[in-house]
């Protein structure tokens, strides 16, 4: 409901941010004398350097307010009382829009999007979703029910092999499996009554895959189980198969499988008691970072999910240099890989050709159908209709020449996945203005992966054609386990977790510390960052400003927050300062040492990702070691101590306040008083790009400071963008970048309404001037 | 998913990446020209007892006739041993088919379990290695006997699911192995993804010329990647065209249709292709040691291509009186033996790479059942047939002897194990071992009083 609401609120928003490209006149700029007379001796006519100083090109992502500040303190070299005040701000000016913003680098081109390859997740998700397209129900609904479906049959079968004994039945949602029954039955439901010792159960449904991944299931049981995920056929090999239970003793059985993040699979779980005097069934999964348990209730739900085809291909990683992963190599590894992807999707296609084609084996049409089927599965895979001369060359040829329609097919799918249209999607197309693009675009923006039913039939009747219509899909393919699944994997990459997978700690100073206790907090972590995007307000600045997180009974204990229950709830901690991602315990352990806190990985992570600073590379690389120093420092004592240098200070005075303001959170994240029987100082001066001094008292200090700097917004839509898009910013328009920026402002920071206006942006690029 | 691991592993080993593999053909062999004299064993399973009546000779010693069951193994008498008097005396949980099955190349008892069969008790898994498996873990201790696989577990018909019925060959207690019964993953698994290759081959100018089309539209910079693409996919071409000119193998791989469907009525297709899958993979040294399993313990094949349309394992069950039940029991037992009479003849016609002779002299085929007659579950005089060269077993051929009844099978096992160089003394339950392998070339005869009977538990007996 209030999905609409907010709607029609931000809509209206959208056409009422006119930012016109307006126009500097540079030759006439008052800063241009300025710049000739005070800088111009160094950093030479268009901030390129001269050949005979030491400086780097004036060229970056600082706003003209930093650019100020830091003339103002550190310019000209030496004389740095020279260049200040209004004169700073023109000269700043100047150099901005002269030539350091990205947008004055590029003045006079047309900057377009690159054409790239899909990467890994594009790709995987693009064949699931091609093949799975063809096959009814094939939808991924929010969760509403927990549980599995149980169908009960209880026999009374003394006697061995007589097939004439008495049988019940009843069925119910089961919302754990986990089970001990002892000696004994199942609960019976209200009413019913029972002296039978032999019980059959079928649990049906399915689970939810949050990420990408290896899910290592397992079955422990006494008795006799099979367990089939995404597989609906008993007929074929079952995921895990332990159906003869020797000795009636407790066994586990393990079976790893590869799943696609942000969907949903089929599961069913068969088991059968039957002589053996007792009787228990669990199972067990662990995530990719997860730890083993029972699978909650809330990753289980009693719908049925059709097949899914599931590549296990295992891709080259993607090009990371420009600060996101997009499609810019290719190498022999990467075609291998795409070839050895097309064939197990060709191996699946063949295999079930008939259902995904709607035909059978004895249809008198089943020629004509698989010949339709294979001209739409191509057209799919190059996301528009076949142009003329197409169905001829790449689908009637092959089942001309083929010796049997399914090679035909197995050719098809071979090469509608191999081919440029399929991987360079935009090459597909004439235009990116075409409808078909449009389309691609919001598919890979929002998912990752190829449009569905309701965009190829919004670009048929060519819907995708303004601003607003694109706005309302865009805003119901949000409500999609794979959008989620996207945005997830920004949050990886902007909070830096892929660096915390070898996290260890010293065994005496912190036992508590275990893989388990890593995989909870980063669960935690991940639920309160999904609490936040998908609520209503999907406010930014709660990420950084709440003082709420999610702990379980394990997390309680080492928190300070005993007496939880074993499942994951919503609480404050009493310390002093929580407050959002900044605090959160799984950052603050993995920012820092095996037996101490690190206020410089710490002050880093918050310049650079929070704050949103650039940072240059530190002029000598120092490594911290701690037994240089008097045993008696502090931590902020010793840093202190090894930054003072005026070099490091440059950007330590940034880095050290912010990580000092942290010092309260020990190497696991606990509160802590003291040091070293010292009372910890989290108090320090912040000395910002733009040149305010800004003092800091721990870190709400710092999360109020980052809620509300213009810096840090940029430095997350920046992020969020090249992540969400792949491309950069600069391809959709010179003042697309501060066009985010003001409607994420005036959205009241809404991240849900900034990936719907990204996604929108996503089919607008610049087209390049013939 | 097992074999997947094996193979990425195996390509590992090789230095060759997963991501090539698809478009391998063939692969190095190991030992192919190791100088010493291989031997090889064959298993060869086919379930539900035989007719008894037409399955043993007429005739004794080296002077016997086939009757109608083994007719096919004619041009084989020479190389034929029959043995009869051997019992699988296992005894303990499970009906008489879980223990013809699960303890046949075990020689052990079953776990207690949960698997009920038609009579006794419920079982588990047997508890114990399967001698296949002995013998591929001493092949592969060796380097002059290791192979790439060490041994391989063939299928024909076998349904998908796991039970002491399904199973005969054990990894160890509680380690049933399953045997592969589709060829289109035996294949891959020894050859790699042939069939993608050729449907590669036939597409893959298309994607060439398309990335030249697209290539030519861009700018220069997004050019590069594609041109690059471009030279990936023509060297991929490239190596496409010259691939089968310098295959690696000694054999050629089989000519086979991948695509076959695993249903019911292609079974003699399906036969045929395994074989020759299972003949090339000996004849390449990928291993020594395979096994070949036709359907399963209780299977139910209508093998519709011979004219029978009921269910093998009901028809077993007829009496001995209802003719039409045992003509067609004939019928399909004749079938296993054509079955077996074309491997022995593929082998025969194979020379034996890089020695005397042709591959069956130096393989040894055993031919079991986990029964001995159908209706009356026996696990006596269990029909079992050894082809073979003398060259691989030491064995005298050509003979048909009647042994005392009851000798345990677990001797019979053992005597394989020592002629494969495997000299031990105990394989499963110690007591059927005593007296130590069968001599098989000095066997004891039915008509000498046996001086000691086997000793124990009497196993396999049977309330009705």
């Not at chain 1, 007929?235 to 003793?249: G, L, R």
């Not at chain 1, 206006?757 to 013939?770: E, G, L, R, Y």
């Not at chain 2, 223990?99 to 419920?122: A, H, K, Y």
Request: hydrophobic share 35%; net charge negative; glycine share 8%.
């Amino acid at each position: 409901m209030f999905r609409t609401i907010s709607q029609i609120l931000l809509l209206s928003l959208f056409t009422s941010i006119p930012i016109a490209a307006q126009e500097i006149d540079l030759a006439n700029h008052p800063g241009k004398a300025i710049y000739q007379k005070k800088c111009v001796e160094c950093h030479a006519d268009n901030g390129e350097g001269a050949l005979d100083v030491d400086v780097d090109p004036l060229t970056g992502n600082r706003s003209i307010d930093a650019l100020a500040g830091r003339i103002e303190r550190t310019m000209p070299e030496d004389n740095e009382d020279d260049c200040v005040g209004e004169e700073a701000k023109l000269a700043a000016e100047y150099i901005y829009h002269a030539f350091y913003s990205p947008r004055a680098q590029n003045r006079g081109k047309t900057i377009v999007p690159d054409v790239t390859h899909l990467t890994e997740a594009q790709i995987l998700n693009s064949v699931t979703d091609l093949i799975g397209g063809f096959r009814k129900g094939n939808t991924s609904p929010e969760i509403e029910r927990p549980g599995l479906k149980g169908h009960y049959t209880l026999d009374d079968r003394k006697k061995a092999g007589n097939n004439n004994f008495k049988r019940e039945k009843f069925e119910r949602t089961d919302s754990q499996l986990r089970f001990d029954y002892k000696e004994g039955l199942p609960n019976l439901p209200d009413g019913m009554q029972s002296q039978m010792t032999q019980f059959k159960i079928e649990w049906q449904g399915s689970i939810w895959a949050a990420e990408t991944g290896e899910y290592e299931f397992t079955l422990r049981t006494r008795n006799g189980a099979k367990l089939f995920i995404n597989e609906h056929d008993n007929n074929k090999q079952p995921t895990i198969d332990a159906w003869v239970a020797p000795d009636n003793e407790i066994r586990e059985e393990s079976e790893k499988v590869f799943l696609l993040g942000g969907r949903r699979y089929f599961v069913r779980l068969e088991y059968f008691k039957y002589q053996e005097k007792s009787a228990s069934v669990e199972l067990l999964w662990k995530t990719p970072h997860g730890r083993r348990e029972t699978i909650p209730s809330n990753s289980l739900t009693p719908d049925y999910m059709p097949k899914a085809f599931v590549g296990t291909t295992v891709f080259p990683a993607d090009d990371r240099s420009y600060g996101y992963e997009r499609g810019s190599i290719v190498s022999r590894v990467w075609l291998d890989a795409v070839t050895s992807l097309a064939s197990e999707a060709a191996d699946h296609v063949v295999e079930y050709v008939d259902e995904l084609a709607k035909t059978k084996a004895d249809d008198e049409k089943r020629i004509e159908k698989l010949r339709q089927f294979a001209a739409e599965f191509s057209a799919r895979a190059f996301r528009r209709p076949l142009q003329p001369g197409e169905k001829e060359k790449y689908v009637d040829s092959h089942f001309n020449k083929a010796p049997t329609p399914e090679d035909a097919i197995r050719r098809v799918v071979l090469y509608s996945l191999t081919s440029p249209g399929f991987l360079y999607p935009a090459t597909a197309f004439d235009s990116p203005d075409s409808q078909w693009a449009k389309a691609t675009d919001l598919a890979l923006a929002i998912w990752d992966s190829v449009p569905d039913k309701n965009l190829r039939d919004a670009a048929a009747k060519r819907k995708l054609n303004s601003p607003e219509a694109i706005e309302k899909i865009a805003w119901n393919m949000q409500w999609d386990g794979r959008a989620r699944h996207k945005v997830t994997g920004f949050f990886e990459h902007w909070l830096e977790l892929s660096r915390t997978e070898e996290v260890a700690k010293d065994d005496e100073l912190y036992p508590q510390f275990s893989d388990e206790m890593m995989a909870d907090l980063r669960t935690s972590l991940e639920m309160f960052l999904d609490d936040i995007v998908w609520s209503e307000k999907s406010d930014y600045r709660q990420l950084l400003l709440s003082d709420q997180l999610f702990l379980n009974k394990r997390l309680g204990d080492i928190y300070g927050k005993p007496d939880l229950k074993s499942n994951f709830q919503k609480v404050s901690l009493p310390d002093k300062g929580r407050s959002g991602v900044i605090t959160h315990p799984f950052l603050l352990t993995a920012f820092a040492y095996h037996d101490n806190t690190s206020p410089i990985h710490r002050g880093v992570f918050l310049t650079r990702n929070i704050v949103g600073m650039p940072l240059k590379p530190p002029p000598e690389a120092l490594e911290f070691d701690d037994s240089h120093f008097p045993p008696n420092l502090t931590m902020r004592e010793k840093v202190t101590e090894m930054t003072r240098a005026k070099a490091c200070m440059s950007c330590h005075s940034m880095i050290n306040p912010l990580g000092f303001s942290l010092e309260h959170y020990d190497a696991i994240g606990r509160w802590r008083a003291k040091e070293r029987n010292k009372p910890i100082d989290d108090n320090g001066i912040l000395e910002t790009d733009s040149g305010d001094r800004i003092t800091i008292e721990g870190p709400r200090d710092v999360a109020e400071y980052a809620a509300h700097s213009p810096a840090a917004h940029k430095t997350f839509v920046r992020q969020l963008f090249h992540h969400t898009v792949k491309q950069p910013l600069l391809a959709y328009g010179d003042n697309t970048a501060d066009q985010l920026e003001e409607i994420f402002r005036q959205s009241g920071f809404n991240m849900k309404y900034l990936l719907v206006k990204m996604a929108i942006t996503a089919t607008q690029p610049n087209v390049p001037k013939s | 998913m097992k074999a997947l691991t094996n193979r990425r592993r195996f390509l590992k080993q090789l230095g060759i990446s997963t991501g090539a593999a698809p478009f391998l053909t063939g692969l190095p062999i190991f030992g192919a020209d190791a100088g010493a004299k291989k031997k090889r064993l064959i298993i060869m399973f086919s379930p539900n007892g035989t007719i008894p009546g037409e399955f043993w000779p007429d005739g004794e010693g080296p002077d016997f006739q086939f009757k109608k069951i083994l007719q096919a193994l004619q041009p084989f008498k020479e190389r034929t041993l029959l043995l009869r008097g051997i019992s699988n005396r296992i005894g303990g949980d499970g009906d008489r088919h879980m223990r013809g099955m699960s303890c046949v190349l075990t020689g052990t008892e079953l776990f207690p379990g949960n698997i009920q069969g038609g009579s006794d008790t419920p079982a588990g898994w047997a508890s114990g290695i399967s001698i296949d498996q002995e013998l591929k873990n001493h092949l592969q201790s060796e380097d002059a006997t290791r192979t790439r696989f060490g041994s391989l577990e063939f299928g024909v018909a076998v349904p998908n699911r796991a039970d002491p019925w399904t199973r005969m060959s054990y990894a160890g207690p509680n380690q049933p192995v399953a045997p592969i019964d589709n060829p289109k993953t035996m294949m891959e698994k020894l050859y790699g993804k042939r069939a993608d290759k050729e449907s590669l081959a036939s597409i893959v100018d298309d994607v060439r010329d398309d990335l030249t089309k697209v290539s030519s539209k861009l700018g220069n910079a997004d050019r590069q990647l594609l041109d690059k693409h471009l030279q990936l996919v023509r060297d991929l071409e490239r190596e496409l065209s010259q691939q089968d000119d310098d295959a690696t193998l000694a054999h050629p791989v089989p000519d086979i249709d991948p695509k076959i469907e695993l249903v019911n009525d292609n079974t003699p297709r399906i036969s045929r292709m395994q074989i020759d899958l299972l003949v090339n993979a000996l004849a390449n040294d990928m291993t020594r040691v395979a096994t070949l399993q036709y359907m399963r313990s209780v299977g139910q094949a209508r093998m519709s291509w011979l004219g029978v349309e009921e269910g093998h394992h009901g028809l077993s069950h007829e009496s001995d009186k209802n003719q039409d039940a045992f003509n067609k029991l004939i019928k399909i037992n004749q079938w296993f033996a054509g079955e077996l009479a074309y491997m022995a003849r593929r082998l025969a016609d194979t020379p034996e790479p890089g020695g005397d002779g042709s591959m069956l002299d130096h393989t040894m085929i055993l031919w079991i059942n986990e029964l001995g007659k159908g209706n009356s579950h026996t696990l006596d005089d269990i029909p079992f047939v050894l082809i073979g060269g003398e060259k691989a077993s030491g064995f005298n051929m050509g003979r048909y002897v009647k042994l005392p009844p009851k000798t345990p099978h677990n001797q019979l096992l053992l005597a394989i194990a020592n002629a494969m160089d495997h000299p031990i003394e105990n394989f499963g339950t110690e007591m059927f071992c005593e007296g130590g392998a069968l001599n098989i070339n000095n066997l004891p005869q039915i008509e000498k009083p046996k001086t000691k009977p086997p000793s124990g538990k009497p196993g396999g007996a049977h309330p009705g």
